[in-house]
């Protein structure tokens, strides 16, 4: 071959590469140079049958040819990997501030939302959020919250009973409230304590604003040195973070509770609006929680010192304060399972309760 038809293969085979389009066609190009059967490998071959001097002139020439399509195969098959994996990442690109395709069945039942709001809010404030059992005995439903045997109170609890065990002494109940939270977790833990503790709870009762089973949480504080102006503003905070407005007004009346003294029910103030009633204003008042300062005799009953610890407890209806946030007036309805309510009320699943972003989003 002369040196004009080598600088001629060598124009060719680069040309080739360069509109190698893609991986395959430039394998099929470097096989057909460099292959066994390849045009520059036959070039390779021919060195062996020239004389030593025109070994020494081809030579140079024939291995330079070969380095020189390799080095531009090599840098052909980079440009198009790369151009390759860009259009990959392009493809597959996943714009994670896109909303989800959110399902249209399946929500959040309002009672749950309003639960995982409380423990936001009251997480903010530095409450845990505790639980307890709803099959309760009645030592920590009644008794070490000073409600003894014959207190007329137990009464008024609508208990639901469970049978006697063999022995005939341990009578079960259905929890009637949150309250033996507060016994249970004195008697766990060492105070300081803040707590909420949201859960079912159960009273033979039943009309549109009660039902057998309803919702209540619970709040409880134990630390040296506090007074009932902490119970004030942190139900007053808790109100206004709750129902998003400022203008919340409440008000404490004087009440009894055998294990809070002195006992308060909070109202809070509404105003009409359209005819509606509407929390915030004062232009009528309605009860949403009890509350006083935990009872000496209930500090004492969970092995604490009653001198050295104080604190408040709140109780409050969870499904009330759902049914006056997000306009519901049957609380049977709540329920019934009725997937038309459901839909019309939950919440979506991704909605998360923040309070930067407004508890009730
Ligand atoms: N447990 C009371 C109830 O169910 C509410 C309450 C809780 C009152 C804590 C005072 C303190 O009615």
Same mark, same amino acid.
């Given at each position: /071959?002369?040196?004009?038809?080598?600088?001629?293969?060598?124009?060719?085979?680069?040309?080739?590469?360069?509109?190698?389009?893609?991986?395959?066609?430039?394998?099929?190009?470097?096989?057909?140079?460099?292959?066994?059967?390849?045009?520059?490998?036959?070039?390779?071959?021919?060195?062996?049958?020239?004389?030593?001097?025109?070994?020494?002139?081809?030579?140079?020439?024939?291995?330079?040819?070969?380095?020189?399509?390799?080095?531009?195969?090599?840098?052909?098959?980079?440009?198009?990997?790369?151009?390759?994996?860009? &259009?990959?990442?392009?493809?597959?690109?996943?714009?994670?501030?896109?909303?989800?395709?959110?399902?249209?069945?399946?929500?959040?039942?309002?009672?749950?939302?309003? /639960?995982?709001?409380?423990?936001?809010?009251?997480?903010?404030?530095?409450?845990?959020?505790?639980?307890?059992?709803?099959?309760?005995? &009645?030592?920590?439903?009644?008794?070490?919250?000073?409600?003894?045997?014959?207190?007329?109170?137990?009464? /008024?609890?609508?208990?639901?009973?469970?049978?006697? &065990?063999?022995?005939?002494?341990?009578?079960?109940?259905?929890?009637?409230?949150?309250?033996?939270?507060?016994?249970?977790?004195?008697?766990?833990?060492?105070?300081?304590?803040?707590?909420?503790?949201?859960?079912?709870? %159960?009273?033979?009762?039943?009309?549109?604003?009660?039902?057998?089973?309803?919702?209540?949480?619970?709040?409880?504080?134990?630390?040296?040195?506090?007074?009932?102006?902490?119970?004030?503003?942190?139900?007053?905070?808790?109100?206004?973070?709750?129902?998003?407005?400022?203008?919340?007004?409440?008000?404490?009346?004087?009440? %009894? $509770?055998? *294990?809070?003294?002195?006992?308060?029910?909070?109202?809070?103030? *509404?105003?009409?609006?359209?005819?509606?009633?509407?929390?915030?204003?004062?232009?009528?008042?309605?009860?949403?929680?009890?509350?006083?300062?935990?009872?000496?005799?209930?500090?004492?009953?969970?092995?604490?010192?009653?001198?050295?610890?104080?604190? *408040?407890? *709140?109780?409050?209806?969870?499904?009330?304060?759902?049914?006056?946030? %997000?306009?519901?007036?049957?609380?049977?309805? $709540? $329920?019934?399972?009725?997937?038309?309510?459901?839909?019309?009320?939950? $919440?979506?699943?991704?909605?998360?309760?923040?309070?930067?972003?407004?508890?009730?989003?």
């Amino acid at each position: /071959m002369t040196t004009d038809e080598i600088d001629q293969l060598r124009e060719d085979v680069l040309a080739a590469i360069d509109v190698a389009a893609g991986p395959d066609a430039l394998e099929a190009v470097r096989v057909h140079a460099l292959g066994k059967q390849g045009t520059v490998t036959a070039l390779l071959k021919s060195l062996g049958k020239m004389t030593p001097e025109e070994r020494q002139v081809q030579g140079p020439r024939i291995h330079g040819l070969r380095e020189a399509v390799n080095a531009a195969i090599g840098a052909r098959r980079e440009k198009l990997e790369a151009a390759i994996l860009a &259009d990959k990442l392009a493809s597959e690109t996943l714009d994670m501030t896109l909303p989800v395709d959110v399902p249209t069945s399946g929500t959040v039942h309002p009672v749950s939302q309003v /639960m995982d709001e409380l423990a936001e809010i009251f997480a903010d404030l530095g409450f845990a959020v505790a639980t307890g059992p709803e099959i309760e005995d &009645d030592w920590h439903n009644f008794t070490a919250l000073n409600i003894p045997d014959t207190h007329p109170a137990r009464a /008024m609890h609508d208990t639901f009973y469970f049978p006697p &065990d063999d022995s005939g002494e341990q009578k079960m109940l259905l929890r009637t409230h949150t309250s033996p939270v507060q016994i249970r977790t004195m008697v766990d833990q060492k105070p300081p304590i803040r707590i909420i503790a949201p859960g079912r709870t %159960y009273r033979s009762d039943s009309d549109a604003t009660h039902t057998p089973m309803f919702h209540q949480v619970e709040g409880l504080v134990i630390d040296k040195g506090i007074t009932l102006g902490h119970l004030k503003w942190t139900l007053e905070t808790f109100l206004k973070a709750f129902f998003e407005r400022d203008d919340i007004v409440l008000r404490l009346r004087p009440s %009894y $509770f055998p *294990f809070t003294e002195p006992s308060a029910e909070v109202d809070v103030g *509404f105003s009409i609006e359209k005819g509606k009633r509407v929390i915030g204003g004062s232009e009528g008042w309605m009860e949403v929680l009890g509350s006083g300062m935990v009872h000496p005799k209930v500090i004492e009953a969970c092995g604490l010192d009653p001198k050295e610890w104080q604190g *408040f407890a *709140f109780g409050c209806g969870i499904d009330r304060l759902a049914m006056l946030k %997000y306009g519901m007036d049957d609380l049977r309805a $709540f $329920f019934d399972g009725d997937l038309r309510w459901l839909r019309h009320y939950g $919440f979506s699943a991704l909605d998360v309760p923040t309070l930067s972003g407004g508890v009730g989003a």
